[in-house]
C-alpha cells in the first residue's frame, strides 16, 4: 500500500489557465470538472469554473486546482505554501525552470547551492512560489 501527497492549488477563477499552463511546462494530461458538469452551479456566472482540476505527468509530476466560489474566502495569501519541484538532473529542472519562467518574481535565481548542484525559486504569474533543485544527498554539518 502506497500513499500519495499532491499539492492542491486553489484559485478565484484562474484554475482552467493555471492547469492548462501547468501541463505545458510539465507534460501530461490535464482533467477538469466544472461545477456545470457536477451539477453543483450556485452562481451562474461560475458554471463553467474549475471545481476539480489535475494535471498528471508520466514523470509522477501532478497537481490539482479548483476555482473558490465567490461566496466562500480566499485570499491568496502570502507564503501559505510553496510546490517543491525536485528533479534528478540539472538538465531537467532547468527545462522546467526555464518553462514556469514566463512572467514570474524570481525569488532566488537558479544556480548552485550548499545543499544541491541546482536550486531556485520564483512566483510564477498565478501566484504559486515553486521551489526547484536536484535531489542530492545531504550530509548535516
Known sequence: MSV???T????RGDAREALTFYQSVFGGDVA???YKDA???QEPSEADQVMWGQVAAG???RVMACDV???LPWNRGENAFFVSLRGETTGEVTAYWEKLSGGPTVLQPLGPAQWA???GMLTDRFG???VVDVVSEYEAS
Do not use: D, K
Open 4 to 6: 500519495n501527497a499532491v
Open 8 to 11: 492542491h492549488l486553489n484559485f
Open 32 to 34: 477538469m470538472v466544472t
Open 39 to 41: 451539477g453543483n452551479v
Open 59 to 61: 514523470s509522477g509530476f
Open 69 to 71: 466560489p465567490s461566496r
Open 117 to 119: 548542484p541546482v536550486y
Open 128 to 130: 504559486v512560489t515553486w
